[in-house]
């Protein structure tokens, strides 16, 4: 836009020059002006459409991937096999890698029926859940993965992963930055497929399950929360569109979402796309209550509180802490307050579940877990 300006300015004050020396004559810098206003809106519109051009054919690009995308399949050929057809391979095509988001195995065998999952029982302390039978809760047997992008010799994300988290239990899933916290808990509901090894609900298989019953019965809170262009009411029930108003209002006074009262149309009022009319604080809490809506079996909560001020913090943690009688929870956690929500505490360190126990335990036992607990890592990891 800058330079046909300046183009013209410069041929008028060099053309008024040549005129005043009799160089040039007026009638010939009057008709070169004319016909460099004439074509400057032509060359103007071909640079519109050239930028506009590429921009539709990134967004055609985008389409036919969205529609080329590969449906989501049920299941494994066999419970803990780590195989199974992966993005049109063969079944051993895919040995030695992880598997990709919005991506499943594709079953050669019928998936199994649905089965009733043991109620959660109520949690009475540390060692609740004896007696519940040995696979009740939620259990990572042999757990190993990497991501379907690396190679097959290098070193996998997830090594082994032995955890069990009794039914009715939380514990706090604790580790440093690139111990893989977030990759095991994206695996519970079958974000990502193991590459080796299973993963248990109540002592069925999750690559067994159809992925509809494994998220009706798993619930998810991730530090980067994902909202939607909807009204707060319809972003709190995706996922349980059953709940009442009831059922909403109460998972937003746990998440202590109260801010939505004071908005334009209090639950009607419309977000936008990934809620950019709300705060940091604001999205997170508006994905702890759609993971809270529906009472879920199962819990898994990323650090789902990392951006919230202490005092609303501590508020949460409280109305949380009735809510986790009643599930089965896998929290990701790197405050000492979020970590007391949990009866026991697992330390991941390197892809692997290094020590198991309280949180008083492990710090008076593990140095690791006292230096990750200590303000000294908080302030490095804040940098």
């Not at 096999?81 to 095509?93: F, I, L, T, Y």
């Not at 991730?222 to 108003?245: C, Y």
Request: hydrophobic share 40%; net charge negative; charged share 25%.
């Amino acid at each position: 836009m800058t330079v046909p300006e300046l183009a013209i300015g410069a041929a008028l004050v060099l053309g008024t020059i040549q005129v005043a020396d009799g160089a040039l004559s007026a009638g010939t810098l009057v008709a070169f002006l004319s016909t460099a206003l004439a074509l400057r809106w032509p060359v103007d519109a071909m640079g519109f459409l050239l930028a506009m051009s590429q921009e539709a054919a990134t967004a055609t690009d985008r389409y036919f991937d969205v529609l080329d995308a590969e449906v989501e399949r049920e299941g494994r050929p066999g419970p803990g096999d780590g195989k199974g057809h992966w993005g049109g391979q063969e079944p051993g095509d895919r040995e030695g890698h992880g598997g990709g988001e919005g991506h499943g195995g594709v079953s050669t065998s019928p998936v199994q029926p649905p089965t009733a999952l043991a109620a959660p029982g109520r949690r009475t302390g540390p060692a609740n859940g004896a007696g519940a039978g040995a696979g009740a809760g939620l259990r990572f047997e042999g757990v190993r993965f990497r991501y379907p992008d690396a190679s097959e010799d290098s070193e996998p994300v997830l090594k082994d992963i032995d955890l069990h988290i009794r039914s009715g239990e939380t514990m706090a899933l604790v580790g440093g930055t690139g111990s893989g916290k977030t990759t095991l808990t994206a695996l519970v509901p079958r974000l990502y497929e193991v590459t080796a090894g299973r993963i248990t609900l109540d002592g069925r298989d999750i690559a067994t399950m159809p992925r509809e019953e494994l998220r009706t019965l798993v619930s998810m809170a991730f530090e980067e929360p994902t909202l939607f262009s909807a009204s707060v009411g319809e972003n709190v029930r995706m996922g349980a569109e059953q709940a009442g108003d009831e059922e909403v209002r109460r998972a937003l006074d746990v998440a202590q979402a109260r801010f939505v009262d004071t908005l334009p149309h209090g639950p009607a009022t419309q977000v936008g796309e990934q809620g950019l009319s709300l705060s940091g604080g604001q999205r997170q809490r508006l994905a702890l209550a759609r993971a809270v809506v529906g009472k879920p079996r199962f819990l898994v909560l990323d650090d789902p509180l990392s951006a919230l001020d202490v005092h609303t913090e501590a508020l949460v943690e409280a109305a949380l802490r009735r809510v986790l009688q009643d599930t089965t929870a896998l929290v990701v956690a790197h405050r000492p307050s979020t970590v007391l929500l949990a009866d026991r505490v697992a330390l991941l360190s390197e892809g692997r579940v290094s020590a198991v126990g309280t949180h008083h335990e492990l710090l008076r036992d593990n140095a690791e877990y006292a230096w990750l607990m200590s303000g000294a890592h908080a302030e490095e990891r804040d940098r």
